[in-house]
């Protein structure tokens, strides 16, 4: 299925092939922590600013995603943000790379100035889904995946040492599918989403965490359901930034941020945080 071209063959039919011709699809999953936290990002717009929950978090107008993403199919919206590692203590620096494609411009000369808001939710209480950390080059080059794989494996080992090699192989298919750096066309997606939705209709995993290509895959990102979101999330806090990048490096200004959301999360209320210190919107963001 790796070499077939993928817009020449239906969803459906890449769905029901992998459904239909494995006798046993592998899962392997991530606790997510209460108390800890997901962010979020929005590119502002020139003169745009952000006043509800709404405004940030999953997409409601679902009839308008045409294309597949790497958890998504058309017309469903997936909740997609980042979470801290050993790597990237920022989940926000995260979204920067996967969200703006001025901020991946590597034109040394190019000047360009835009504006981010980040939401930050907490986790209210522990969930499972699914991780992807079988990509070999991963586990050779990021040490926390390193870490995570060798958790699993020991765990599979232990668990089914008679199907271990034909576990492994499939898992390390769908976690290369998630990995993926060369996307010809959203086509190009429909393995991840496939196994994407599959986790969440036979195992009841309602989201996936995985390595992000953006980062180089030192950064995590999280795709979720919609119920997920609404279940086990609660945003907390919005920060709004000024990213400016100049000749190769990057400098982002802190703007204003919001701890007062309005019922429902639906009217934010801006202070103007110009000029403050790093560490104070860190320990907003970042709760310390």
Do not use: C
């Not at 790379?97 to 000047?111: A, G, L, P």
């Not at 981010?116 to 995946?145: A, C, H, L």
């Not at 898992?171 to 496939?194: P, Q, T």
């Not at 195992?203 to 995985?210: A, S």
Request: hydrophobic letters at 40%; charged letters at 30%; zero cysteines.
């Amino acid at each position: 299925m790796k070499s077939a071209n993928l817009g020449k063959v239906s969803y459906e039919k890449v769905f029901y092939k992998i459904l239909n011709e494995l006798k046993f699809i592998p899962f392997v999953t991530a606790k997510l922590r209460a108390g800890h936290h997901i962010e979020r990002a929005r590119i502002n717009e020139p003169g745009q600013i952000f006043y509800s929950e709404s405004e940030l978090s999953y997409r409601t107008d679902a009839h308008n995603i045409k294309k597949f993403g790497r958890a998504n199919a058309p017309e469903q919206a997936i909740f997609y943000g980042a979470i801290k590692t050993e790597h990237i203590e920022y989940p926000r620096i995260v979204n920067l790379f996967e969200t703006s494609e001025i901020f991946r411009n590597n034109d040394q000369q190019s000047v360009d100035t835009f504006t981010m808001t980040v939401g930050k939710w907490r986790i209210k209480q522990d969930f499972e889904i699914v991780e992807m950390v079988f990509n070999q080059s991963n586990i050779e080059n990021i040490p926390q995946i390193a870490r995570a794989y060798e958790h699993h494996i020991e765990r599979l080992r232990a668990e089914i040492p008679d199907r271990i090699d034909d576990i492994e192989f499939l898992l390390r298919f769908f976690s290369d599918e998630f990995a993926k750096k060369e996307i010809k066309s959203d086509s190009d997606y429909k393995i991840s989403v496939a196994y994407t939705q599959m986790a969440d209709a036979f195992k009841n995993l309602p989201g996936v965490t995985y390595p992000s290509v953006r980062t180089d895959y030192y950064g995590y990102n999280v795709a979720l359901t919609i119920p997920a979101v609404e279940a086990f999330l609660d945003l907390e806090a919005v920060a709004m930034f000024k990213v400016y990048k100049k000749r190769g490096h990057t400098f982002i200004d802190n703007l204003a941020y919001t701890t007062e959301l309005g019922e429902l999360k639906s009217n934010f209320k801006w202070v103007d945080i110009k000029g403050t210190d790093e560490k104070v919107i860190n320990a907003i963001l970042l709760g310390d």
